[in-house]
């Protein structure tokens, strides 16, 4: 019964989705304000049917309702009930709908968050949020239906893929859709503004907020899953560039150029088209992700049930909506003008060059992700992509992103004196250039590396800039209570943020070059009882021990580590065998320091007591995930500045109980 | 008009890119080519599954077009297949011949007895070895073989109508009438 009220109440969220997708469009086109005024109880209407049909899948997975195929596919009585809930997305089905489910609060958020836009832009925002809505529950409810029943009813499910149960990974998903979905909503805006020809500051003051939201969650998202993988999968790598990262990480370049030339547009007026075009590729590019893993199109190490049905079906949402939205912008692009002009040497010079760095390496890595595709399409047989290309890519392009990022903040809008930008940069060129070739040398580890100097060189460079534009802006504030005022000041979270995740990038930096540069591992056969020296480490394995899980079996390596003769870290690395789906899993053993790792994974027995072990010293690797974090929080911070809360002053005060229309019609 | 052009290449750029993205629902990237194809085919010598005392080798199947088929009774797939295999012997004119891959001997023949036999004779692989030379990894599997002993085709997993029709049977007409 109650499976049946989640398809149906599903089947309503599509009706809700086709008036607010008509409707109020068609309204704000013609002018009426019943039909505009339809989008708001729309939204809400819809997003009641789904979170109501999300809420019978959840409540089939706790009651172990193997009647439906869904449950019974991935479900087990077994399952501890935190992962009993997070199967819910475990699979194509269910994602699906949690996909579903997180446009819809996208859509009642931007419904409820919207009192201060007219009430035409409201709608038309809505509207087109709607037309995604309709695809993808058309998609669940004609190809992915999650509430199909299955008769006979198995008498115990078929259990959980065991990587996904784990922590990580029930969280990874929903915030990584957040962000895709939440590009839906810069992307809403963009069609709505090319749909009225207004694309102006305040369309960019109103994206702006969003996006950086959206944007923070998919930084979260992937910093999650690139721990998952690091700490999960036991061969202590933390980034595959697989497809179905790469369709993560291509949103987030795109919407990391978005939310610089949004600030552009919104300050300065200028790059319209650019920043409508990239709002658009930002979408794009989660959709685009979607089929790439949804279709199985290209090989991944992401096992997603592949089908090719679904796969034309997203295909043909995707040109109808990609395709559509790009038609829609080369009509109405050519009138929009060209905006504010500025100088060879200026701050919008600068962000444009980044822009078009980030959006050179989506391209590539585009290319990289779709040539196996490409390939084999034109004949030309099988290829794969890997390692070598993408980081060769990523060496060549990061010093010149970094470069423009110490000096763009410190640049002046409009026109920006170059001896003046030398003067400042001065400092920063010095101690850069410095630690380089400190680090460079072999005078903190064995051999030259160039890499860390570069590493060293550019993070310095960063952090200095950094420093330099703060000390500038607060030249005239004095001592601690100067800069906690200009702090709270309104338009100070766009500043720092940016200084706080531009700083994440200088850590991120010193992480992912250090860990590859210096990083030890060695796979070993070793003995109960035996010791092993590994990057000045003392490691003696003592032997594995069988017990017991929830719902597996393992074999528990126990491994002391010493240094200099004192215990540095005792590790418990394991290897589970889960009972339903046999697949073994490993569960590495990791002592975590802010300044390196130790990694140690358990292989396979190999008799007589012996096991082969894989050990890792992985210096500065949380730095990576630490500088993902710096970089989201910088993003709050620029998402929660008190301008985007507060009213814009010329504003009168709207009286309880005005209609909105009217309210809204002095707006902007 | 060369300045409306502009913005009409991204629209270009993503009409490309779907036209590739529809091409590739229709491969399957999990697709290795053999590759065995093009090559002669390895040597074999096994004992013949109903006869433990006879032989039988690649010399049995050179000088003439022939199929050989990887099959086993404890695969599923194969159990499918053994129709396809029936009417193939019917209507490709040539002689299939089957290699009994890590079977048991007498279950082997109760199921030729029970399902038909379209095999001239069966080559018995309980070890494996010879399925390894010919680079199997999973039953069911066939290889075309030409009348010079190159191997022409492999289709990896159960044959199908479509795949007798529109791949198998053509082919088998066209090397018949080679050389």
């Known amino acids: 019964m109650i499976p049946e009220l989640g398809n149906f109440a599903l089947i309503l969220a599509l009706c809700m989705a086709l008036v607010l997708s008509t409707l109020p469009m068609i309204g704000s086109l013609n002018n009426t304000p019943g039909w505009m005024a339809l989008a708001r109880p729309a939204a809400w209407g819809q997003f009641f049917f789904v979170a109501l049909s999300f809420a019978c899948l959840v409540q089939a997975f706790l009651t172990n309702d193997f009647s439906v195929h869904y449950v019974a596919t991935h479900g087990n009585t077994r399952l501890p009930t935190i992962y009993k809930i997070s199967a819910v997305w475990g699979a194509h089905e269910g994602s699906l709908l949690l996909w579903v489910l997180i446009l819809s609060g996208w859509t009642v958020a931007v419904s409820r968050l919207s009192r201060n836009l007219p009430i035409t832009v409201v709608s038309r925002v809505l509207a087109v949020m709607g037309l995604v809505a309709i695809g993808f529950i058309s998609f669940l409810l004609f190809t992915s239906n999650p509430f199909e029943r299955r008769f006979p009813v198995p008498l115990e499910g078929g259990d959980l893929n065991p990587l996904l149960q784990d922590f990580g990974l029930a969280v990874h998903p929903p915030m990584l859709y957040m962000g895709y979905v939440g590009m839906s909503v810069a992307f809403s805006f963009a069609i709505a503004a090319l749909v009225g020809g207004k694309l102006d500051a305040a369309w960019a003051r109103w994206s702006r907020p969003w996006t950086t939201v959206a944007w923070v969650f998919l930084t979260i998202g992937i910093c999650l899953g690139s721990w998952w993988a690091y700490y999960e999968l036991g061969w202590g790598g933390w980034w595959f560039w697989d497809p179905v990262e790469n369709a993560s990480f291509m949103p987030w370049l795109a919407g990391t150029a978005l939310l610089h030339s949004l600030a552009v547009t919104e300050k300065r007026g200028a790059f319209k088209r650019w920043t409508v075009l990239l709002a658009l590729l930002a979408f794009s590019l989660s959709l685009l992700g979607t089929f790439l893993v949804r279709s199985g199109v290209l090989t991944s190490v992401h096992a997603f049930a592949s ?319 630490l500088g993902g974090i710096i970089i989201a929080i910088g993003g709050l911070l620029a998402a929660t500045d008190r301008r985007y809360r507060m009213k814009l002053p010329s504003r009168k005060p709207v009286a309880a109980g005005t209609p909105r229309k009217l309210a809204t019609a002095k707006g902007s | 008009m060369a300045r409306y052009l502009r913005y009409l290449a991204p629209l270009a750029i993503f009409i490309v890119l779907a036209v590739f993205l529809y091409r590739g629902l229709s491969l399957d990237p999990k697709v290795v080519p053999s590759p065995l194809v093009g090559k002669p085919m390895p040597a074999f010598t096994l004992t013949r599954l109903k006869d433990p005392d006879a032989s039988i080798s690649d010399a049995d199947l050179r000088g003439k077009v022939s199929i050989l088929n990887v099959w086993a009774t404890w695969c599923v797939s194969c159990r499918a297949e053994h129709e396809m295999l029936l009417v193939l012997a019917e209507k490709g004119k040539t002689g299939i011949y089957g290699l009994n891959y890590k079977d048991e001997r007498a279950p082997a023949q109760q199921w030729l007895r029970q399902l038909g036999d379209p095999y001239v004779a069966n080559a018995f692989d309980d070890t494996g070895r010879v399925g390894i030379d010919w680079g199997v990894y999973g039953a069911p599997e066939t290889f075309i073989i030409d009348k010079h002993g190159i191997i022409r085709h492999k289709h990896i997993g159960p044959l199908t109508e479509e795949s007798l029709n529109e791949e198998i049977l053509p082919l088998l007409a066209r090397l018949q009438a080679a050389p």
């Open chain 1, 307 to 625: 089908d090719p049905a679904r796969g034309l079906f997203i295909l043909i949402f995707l040109c109808l909506v990609i395709g559509g939205s790009l038609t829609l912008y080369a009509w109405r692009a050519p009138a929009v003008s060209s905006g504010g002009r500025f100088d060879l040497l200026s701050r919008e010079t600068l962000l444009l060059c980044n822009n078009v760095l980030l959006v050179v390496i989506t391209a590539f890595i585009l290319l990289g992700t779709l040539a196996p595709l490409v390939y084999d399409a034109l004949g030309w047989g099988k290829i794969s992509v890997g390692f070598p290309w993408f980081t060769t890519m990523f060496v060549i392009f990061t010093p010149f992103l970094v470069l423009f990022m110490g000096m763009g903040p410190l640049a002046r809008w409009k026109r920006q004196d170059p001896g003046d930008l030398a003067r400042q940069l001065r400092l920063a060129l010095i101690l850069s250039v410095g630690t380089g070739i400190l680090l460079a040398l072999p005078l903190l580890h064995t051999g030259v590396s160039l890499p860390a100097g570069l590493a060293g060189a550019l993070s310095v460079w960063l952090v200095t800039s950094l420093f330099q534009s703060l000390r500038q802006r607060l030249r005239n504030r004095r001592g601690l209570s100067g800069f906690l005022r200009d702090f709270r000041a309104r338009g100070s979270g766009s500043y720092y943020g940016m200084l706080v995740a531009h700083f994440g990038v200088a850590v991120f930096i010193i992480g992912i070059t250090f860990v590859t540069q210096f990083g030890v591992e060695k796979d070993v056969r070793l003995s109960p009882g035996q010791t092993l020296e590994l990057a000045g480490r003392e490691f003696r394995f003592d032997g594995v021990e069988a017990t017991q899980g929830p719902n597996y079996r393992a074999d528990r390596g126990t491994v002391h580590v010493y240094r200099d003769g004192a215990e540095v870290a005792l590790l418990k690395p394991e290897k589970r065998t889960y009972l339903v789906q046999t697949k073994p899993m490993t569960e590495a053993g990791i002592d975590a320091g802010f300044t390196r790792d130790i990694y140690v994974s358990l292989g396979e027995a190999l008799g007589g007591g012996d096991w082969s072990l894989r050990l890792y010293y992985k210096p500065f690797v949380r730095w990576i995930w």
